[in-house]
Every structure is written in C-alpha cells, then in structure tokens.
C-alpha cells in the first residue's frame, strides 16, 4: 500500500431550512474547493433543493465563490434564496409605519 502524502484537514458545512438545521462535519483534503467539499459531503443527496448554480455561499459570513480554496476549520454556509426582495419588504413596512401613525395620531 503507497503512503498518502496530502494533507487532509476538517472543515463544516451549514446548512438550515426554516424547520431544521445541519451542520456537517467533513473531512476534505487540503487545496480542497467549496465546491469539492459540498459534494463530498452529500449534503446535496439530504437537501435536494440546494442547487450549487442558484443558492449562494459563504465561508463563515462572508460570501464566497465555489471555486474558493477552504482552510482547516472553515465552516461553509449555503444559503437559502430569499422569498422576497429586500428593499420591497422595507419600502412595505415604510409605507404601513406612516399609515399607522397617520392614522393613530389622529384624535
């Protein structure tokens, strides 16, 4: 049997659903991608929705590329895509806090 040389080192995957959350412990080798390690891990056959090409990722906050090289302890989060638009959802809620203090103000 041949001696492996690489190095391997552990990193976590993250992932949560409203109802539920996961966090992977893995083992990859170094030089190992985002990417790479999400498919070895096979959180992809647990939570059939991710789709690597649509939901976005990032490396403990800060978003990353799938070609991003992880290090040892990286914790790789795979993000849901939002149900609705940010800005939308403040302009909303602005509109609906005048008229609640139009509306309350009035004697």
Avoid: C, W
């Amino acid at each position: 049997m041949t001696e492996h040389k690489s190095k391997s080192m552990v990193i976590e995957i993250a992932y949560a659903r409203p109802s539920e959350q996961v966090i992977l412990e893995v083992e990859v080798e170094e030089g190992a991608t985002v990417k790479g390690a999400i498919e070895q891990s096979g959180i992809l056959y647990q939570f059939q929705e991710i789709d690597l090409e649509k939901n976005k990722m990032g490396v403990f906050g800060k978003g990353v590329r799938l070609d991003h090289l992880l290090r040892e302890r990286d914790r790789i989060e795979i993000y849901r895509p939002l149900i609705a638009d940010p800005k939308e959802v403040r302009r909303q809620r602005a509109a609906a806090g005048k008229r609640m203090k139009k509306g309350g103000g009035e004697v």
